[in-house]
Nanobody, 127 residues
Framework: QVQLVESGGGSVQAGGSLRLSCAAS????????MGWFRQAPGQEREFVGG????????AYANSVKGRFTISRDNAKNTVYLQMNSLKPEDTAVYYC????????????????????WGQGTQVTVSS
């Protein structure tokens, strides 16, 4: 089992940047694929980006491709989401999630593919 704690959220103007962090407990972090999801008020939780067991395996939603970058540091049990060129429509609660038992080259993109979730961190982008 793994526990996830997000940090780094906040308020920023459009065009600005934020970096979210997700710290994981446990000694098996490197065996989990990691993902970031977001949920805006009244909307379903949606996939933002993910990284597989190999740091070189990543996937992104089309809406954030080219603006967001996900990375992981297994030595620190941490996954990051660097968000650049933020837009008001990026406003949401951002959640970190962990998925186990996936091949190295797979990044799960569905909500149901993840077993563990953090509590979320608010990101607000003003115009």
């Amino acid at each position: 089992q793994v526990q996830l704690v997000e940090s780094g959220g906040g308020s920023v103007q459009a065009g600005g940047s934020l970096r979210l962090s997700c710290a994981a407990s446990g000694r098996t972090f490197s065996t989990y694929a990691m993902g970031w999801f977001r949920q805006a008020p009244g909307q379903e939780r949606e996939f933002v980006g993910g990284v597989g067991l190999s740091s070189s395996t990543t996937a992104y939603a089309n809406s954030v491709k080219g603006r967001f970058t996900i990375s992981r540091d297994n030595a620190k049990n941490t996954v990051y989401l660097q968000m650049n060129s933020l837009k008001p429509e990026d406003t949401a609660v951002y959640y970190c999630a962990a998925a186990q038992s996936y091949p190295t080259w797979i990044v799960p993109t569905l909500y149901s593919g993840y077993s563990y979730w953090g509590q979320g961190t608010q990101v607000t982008v003003s115009s």
